[in-house]
């Protein structure tokens, strides 16, 4: 069966604010030449177009998607966040929550990019696709039911969970490995037991205050959040060791009928604003790793949805070779940075510090 690629040209349309990386313009903080956030459509395009020039994309069952209807949003946002949200972008946009600035159209654009996720759970649960990628934009991982924060504005993630939810699926598994704290997908899901949330994430990058390894549920979702926090300059022998050792055996404990990665590119060596040393290999692995799971777990159904990653030059490659585990295709595109993005790694003694915090961690999962 064959991998689902979900795309649509406008969520490449959406419009942030004018900043400098995080910072707004203005005071000594010079606007830069390109313009705009570091969450801009060219990670997104690039990654696209690599598809294109490589052939990949012909290895694939390429598809859309209709917007997330109102009925869908509401299962996880109340009306009167999106009233709002809609009320602001029919008038030209603006800013809601924290550092989520849009244009005018953003709420349609934001239905879609939900919309693609949807599509994308359901496609694969319906058994149309084996797997699925879905380029969605603006990114879903840190936002609230009625909060938006750090570039996303609906929780993309957890409106398909819950769209596919009301058709009858189980238990789902989120591993997010985005670079940031899936602080929205662990607040919207941290008293159930029926989603187990996993993220993966440099500690205290953003948010600057969540996160932490000791936030694991509430109530009937006690032990149904981890946190797996991980230090500056953690590199590719660490993400694939914490994957193997507490993300992998905690699939096997759960059970799930679906596994969704929220699947972020910050985590790479060269993103402008995180800290981590991963590659084009680490994602690699860590594609493999999961397929590998659910192969075990749950009839091989991966769905990726696209988050952060702000690299234009290097997200494109770690997410074809995602897109292309998840295929099988041999359509290559190597890593042009390979040799020295394997010299820049963490020594010997970096990375046994970072084993000891990966053992700690998962002996308190009880893992
Ligand atoms: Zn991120």
Same mark, same amino acid.
């Given at each position: 069966?064959?991998?689902?690629?979900?795309?649509?040209?406008?969520?490449?349309?959406?419009?942030?604010?004018? #900043? @400098? %990386?995080?910072? =707004?313009? /203005?005071?000594?903080?010079? +606007?830069?030449?390109?313009? !705009?956030?570091?969450?801009?459509?060219?990670?997104?395009?690039?990654?696209?177009?690599?598809?294109?020039?490589?052939?990949?994309?012909?290895?694939?069952?390429?598809?859309?998607?209709?917007?997330?209807?109102?009925?869908?949003?509401?299962?996880?946002?109340?009306?009167?966040?999106?009233?709002?949200?809609?009320?602001?972008?029919?008038?030209?946009?603006?800013?809601?929550?924290?550092?989520?600035?849009?244009?005018?159209?953003?709420?349609?654009?934001?239905?879609?990019?939900?919309?693609?996720?949807?599509?994308?759970?359901?496609?694969?649960?319906?058994?149309?696709?084996?797997?699925? #990628? @879905? %380029?969605?934009? =603006?990114? /879903?991982?840190?936002?609230? +039911?009625?909060?938006?924060? !750090?570039?996303?504005?609906?929780?993309?993630?957890?409106?398909?969970?819950?769209?596919?939810?009301?058709?009858?699926?189980?238990?789902?598994?989120?591993?997010?490995?985005?670079?940031?704290?899936?602080?929205?997908?662990?607040?919207?899901?941290?008293?159930?037991?029926?989603?187990?949330?996993?993220?993966?994430?440099?500690?205290?990058?953003?948010?600057?205050?969540?996160?932490?390894?000791?936030?694991?549920?509430?109530?009937?979702?006690?032990?149904?959040?981890?946190?797996?926090?991980?230090?500056?300059?953690?590199?590719?022998?660490?993400?694939?060791?914490?994957?193997?050792?507490?993300?992998?055996?905690?699939?096997?404990?759960?059970?799930?009928?679906?596994?969704?990665?929220?699947? !972020?590119?910050?985590?790479?060596?060269?993103?402008?604003?995180?800290?981590?040393?991963?590659?084009?290999?680490?994602?690699?692995?860590?594609?493999?790793?999961?397929?590998?799971?659910?192969?075990?777990?749950?009839?091989?159904?991966?769905?990726?949805?696209?988050?952060?990653?702000?690299?234009?030059?290097?997200?494109?490659?770690?997410?074809?070779?995602?897109?292309?585990?998840?295929?099988?295709?041999?359509?290559?595109?190597?890593?042009?940075?390979?040799?020295?993005?394997?010299?820049?790694?963490?020594?010997?003694?970096?990375?046994?510090?970072?084993?000891?915090?990966?053992?700690?961690?998962?002996?308190?999962?009880?893992?």
């Amino acid at each position: 069966m064959s991998t689902g690629f979900y795309w649509d040209e406008r969520c490449f349309w959406h419009a942030g604010g004018n #900043y @400098a %990386l995080t910072l =707004p313009l /203005g005071g000594l903080v010079q +606007p830069l030449a390109a313009g !705009g956030l570091p969450e801009n459509p060219e990670t997104k395009r690039r990654l696209k177009n690599l598809m294109e020039a490589t052939g990949l994309v012909k290895d694939l069952s390429v598809r859309g998607a209709e917007p997330a209807t109102r009925q869908v949003l509401e299962r996880v946002h109340p009306a009167s966040y999106l009233d709002a949200f809609k009320e602001m972008s029919d008038a030209g946009g603006g800013e809601l929550g924290l550092r989520t600035p849009f244009a005018k159209g953003g709420y349609e654009i934001a239905c879609l990019s939900a919309g693609l996720a949807v599509q994308a759970v359901a496609d694969v649960m319906a058994g149309e696709v084996q797997n699925a #990628y @879905a %380029l969605s934009r =603006p990114p /879903g991982h840190h936002c609230l +039911p009625d909060w938006p924060n !750090g570039f996303c504005l609906m929780a993309n993630i957890a409106i398909a969970i819950e769209a596919a939810k009301a058709k009858g699926l189980g238990r789902v598994a989120v591993i997010d490995w985005d670079v940031h704290h899936g602080n929205g997908t662990e607040h919207i899901f941290y008293e159930r037991d029926d989603v187990l949330t996993i993220s993966l994430h440099q500690e205290h990058n953003y948010p600057l205050d969540s996160g932490d390894v000791g936030d694991t549920g509430r109530s009937a979702g006690e032990g149904f959040n981890m946190n797996i926090p991980l230090p500056p300059g953690t590199g590719h022998e660490s993400y694939v060791e914490a994957m193997a050792r507490i993300v992998l055996p905690a699939l096997d404990r759960f059970q799930p009928d679906l596994i969704i990665v929220a699947c !972020g590119f910050d985590a790479g060596i060269y993103d402008p604003i995180a800290q981590m040393l991963c590659t084009v290999e680490t994602f690699g692995e860590m594609t493999r790793q999961v397929m590998g799971a659910a192969d075990r777990l749950c009839d091989g159904r991966v769905v990726m949805v696209h988050e952060g990653g702000y690299s234009e030059v290097y997200v494109p490659f770690c997410g074809h070779r995602v897109i292309q585990e998840l295929s099988g295709s041999d359509c290559d595109a190597p890593d042009p940075m390979a040799p020295t993005v394997k010299a820049r790694q963490p020594n010997a003694r970096a990375i046994a510090f970072t084993s000891g915090l990966i053992e700690e961690m998962a002996a308190g999962f009880g893992l």
